[in-house]
């Protein structure tokens, strides 16, 4: 299990970026599959984004795609999520998941299918 830390939210206007990062603690990060999920008050976990291990597969929700990217950084053991044109919709807590995967192509996309969890960051776009 490897443990996750998010950073990176924040109060933005619509229109604007932020850019989240999901520090993990552990020496076989390269081997897991990591993801991005949302909730907000009143509403289910949903997905937003993920990652194979390797970096060259994701996959994204399509409220999100071409305004969100993800990314990871293997040598630092961090994830991101550039976050572009946001809207109020996009107001939300935002969690990062992890889970190991034997397969560099798997791209995770269920609550269910994540292992390990951070605490969460709070990001608040205003109209």
């Known amino acids: 299990q490897v443990q996750l830390v998010e950073s990176g939210g924040g109060l933005v206007q619509a229109g604007g970026s932020l850019r989240l990062s999901c520090a993990a603690s552990g020496r076989t990060f390269s081997r897991y599959a990591m993801g991005w999920f949302r909730q907000a008050p009143g509403k289910e976990r949903e997905f937003v984004a993920a990652i194979s291990w390797s970096g060259g597969s994701t996959y994204y929700r399509d409220s999100v795609k071409v305004r969100f990217t993800i990314s990871r950084d293997n040598a630092e053991n961090t994830v991101y999520l550039q976050m572009n044109s946001l809207k109020p919709e996009d107001t939300a807590v935002y969690y990062c998941?992890?889970?190991?995967?034997?397969?560099?192509?798997?791209?995770?996309?269920?609550?269910?299918?994540?292992?390990?969890w951070g605490q969460g960051t709070q990001v608040t776009v205003s109209s």
């Open positions: 998941a992890a889970v190991y995967s034997f397969l560099s192509t798997y791209v995770p996309a269920t609550v269910a299918d994540f292992a390990s």
